[in-house]
């Protein structure tokens, strides 16, 4: 049997000393969970945060961060691995499966340069990674079914329950579309952003990594990566800088609980541009975890006092009299949408993926 990969202690670079301009985020501290009061206070801000702004950081959820810096070591000795041998788990991409390895440069970004991100996805089925895996994944997947165990438990069910809070709903509302042992598109992700050469960066036109999108699923939590590159579009149409928060997520909100509520909550528009100046010559790797509801979920608007109050009771697929399409359904189809292989970054921009949903790239 060969013998374990090694694994080395992850470094963060330190952050970029240009003055950018950042978001303005609300932060949900999680170590007021748990009381009524700290409940109702913590729903207040969520609600809030996610109408207005669509991201927020939560602090105090219980993850050391020298766990953390394991699944960074993962990630980062993943992606050390020869070509040859991440190349045989890449799912059928074409066809929207995203389990396992997506190579870099199946698309040009601007200026026809060969995009450099790549992607390792992990799904649990029954509360266990069941993919095809290397052997540094599977020496390592009892601590990675766990961690991402941990994420569910400690941070997605309880934002869960706020958001169920905010809109009066019963307290297990929403946690209940996402248990941990249903089935769901729920994964975490290994993800490297590749750096560009100097003669590269000069190429991209719009300067950016990847283009203005939402994700698809419910909620999705980024771990503090010190390379700075995440940008949310604000309410006046704005490009603003997350700031990489020590000790934090940064959590958006995603299509299908825009579409649960009716689009009282938004997707939030985000890219990743390339780094300021002074962190250009670096890799950025990203640690992420996707929430989605269970893949028989409708995505109907549900039945909430807050929604009705406020006039958000159908989302586009009711309001215009289209079929509604269940969580599987739609993250097949979009997933699809997504993973093409294409020459131009906007070849499909505003492609019909199913009657009354349109995938955008935004500016």
């Known amino acids: 049997m060969p013998s374990a990969i090694p694994l080395h202690q992850y470094n963060h670079v330190p952050e970029t000393k240009e003055d950018l301009d950042w978001a303005d985020l609300a932060t949900i501290d999680l170590s ?37 810096d394991r699944q960074f070591s993962l990630g980062e000795a993943f992606y050390e691995l020869p070509l040859e041998e991440k190349l045989k788990f890449v799912p059928d991409l074409d066809n929207g499966d995203y389990n396992g390895y997506r190579p870099a440069g199946r698309r040009l970004l601007s200026g026809g340069v060969p995009e450099k991100t790549e992607v390792w996805n992990m799904a649990t089925k029954d509360g266990h990674i069941t993919q095809p895996v290397p052997q540094l994944i599977g020496d390592n997947l009892e601590e990675i079914e766990s961690f ?27 946690v209940k579309l996402h248990k941990w042992e249903t089935h769901d598109e729920s994964h975490l992700r290994y993800m490297k952003y590749g750096k560009f050469s100097p003669e590269e960066a000069a190429k991209l036109e719009d300067g950016l990594w990847s283009h203005g999108h939402t994700d698809l699923g419910t909620i999705t939590l980024l771990f503090r990566q010190p390379v700075a590159g995440l940008q949310i579009k604000d309410q006046g149409g704005n490009w603003k800088w997350a700031k990489p928060l020590n000790g934090s997520l940064t959590v958006n909100t995603c ?40 893949n028989d979920l409708v995505l109907s608007t549900v039945d909430s006092p807050v929604l009705k109050k406020e006039g958000f009771t159908q989302n586009e697929f009711e309001v215009g009299g289209h079929p ?30 199913l009657p009354g949903f349109k995938g955008k790239y935004h500016k």
């Open 255 to 294: 299509d299908a609980l825009s579409f649960l509520t009716g689009g009282y909550i938004k997707s939030t528009i985000h890219r990743v541009s390339l780094p300021p100046k002074d962190q250009r010559h670096v890799d950025r790797l990203g640690l992420l975890y996707f929430a989605r509801p269970q």
């Open 148 to 174: 991402a165990k941990s994420l569910h438990d400690k941070v997605l069910d309880p934002l869960n329950h706020l958001i169920a809070l905010a809109l009066e709903l019963p307290d297990d509302y929403f």
């Open 32 to 68: 007021k969970y748990g009381t009524s009061e700290g409940n109702k206070e913590l729903a207040q801000t969520l609600i809030e945060a996610i109408r207005t702004k669509g991201f927020f950081y939560v602090i105090n959820f219980g993850i050391s961060q020298e766990t953390v």
């Open 324 to 353: 509604v399409p269940d969580m599987g359904e739609f993250t097949k189809l979009k997933q699809t949408w997504q993973q093409k292989k294409v020459k131009n970054h906007r070849a499909h921009d505003g492609q019909e993926i």
